[in-house]
């Protein structure tokens, strides 16, 4: 068997693992391709589509596309994509609505708290003396986005955590935890520094799964 029919049967237990998974978790939107590469167009600004990379550890769903890493191929059996299969597939899809309010939330804080900032200033001051005005409005903006990009970021992350605790619970915390630690124990380079992104790095998604097995063991 060549190298490329062998990967090609690959992918078609990873799409027939990806049918299981969302049949099991009441998923209906079910990726029907799966394509090896390294990055995905996230976004678009006025100079031209926006390129994120593609984790190792966080598979990429995108419409009816699997997307995962090409560091990653021929590196796990079938069988054993199946818990970062799910936790990709419930951040993606289970969460979705939770995580855009979460977003709009976040980013509304800093907003309403300068509006509020001006409410007050303008009862207090009152609305001829225009110098605190003009001040709000130079100091407030690059504080508000950095202060709501923080709160995102913060937010996203622990929503990962949470898919990851919701797909512990559909494989077993243990499962979960033996599959992290087998990508952590492949040494891909990209792994092995910290995330300063809305993602959790390898090694604080294997400590917060292991936190979960002695709960279920205690449960069992």
Not at 146 to 154: A, E, N
Not at 171 to 179: A, E, K, L, Y
Request: aromatic share 6%; with cysteine; charged share 20%.
């Amino acid at each position: 068997m060549t190298e490329n029919t062998e990967q090609g049967t690959r992918d078609i237990e990873l799409l027939s693992i990806v049918k299981d998974i969302c049949q099991t978790l009441d998923i209906k939107w079910v990726p029907q391709k799966i394509s090896w590469v390294e990055s995905y167009q996230s976004g678009n600004t006025r100079s031209g589509p926006v390129f994120s990379s593609i984790p190792s550890d966080h598979p990429v769903f995108r419409e009816d596309t699997l997307m995962l890493a090409p560091t990653m191929q021929s590196r796990l059996e079938p069988e054993e994509w199946r818990p970062i299969l799910a936790s990709s597939l419930i951040y993606y899809a289970q969460l979705a609505t939770r995580k855009s309010l979460g977003i709009l939330a976040r980013i509304s804080l800093p907003i309403s708290v300068c509006l509020l900032s001006f409410i007050i200033l303008l009862l207090t001051i009152g609305p001829n003396s225009p110098g605190p005005y003009i001040l709000l409005g130079i100091a407030a903006p690059i504080p508000s986005i950095i202060v709501g990009f923080l709160l995102v970021t913060s937010y996203l992350k622990q929503t990962r955590l949470l898919a990851d605790r919701k797909a512990s619970e559909y494989v077993g915390p243990q499962v979960m935890s033996n599959t992290l630690e087998k990508i952590q124990g492949f040494n891909i380079s990209e792994l092995e520094g910290g995330r300063s992104n809305d993602k959790p790095n390898l090694i604080q998604r294997i400590t917060f799964v292991r936190q979960l097995v002695p709960i279920a063991s205690g449960q069992g």
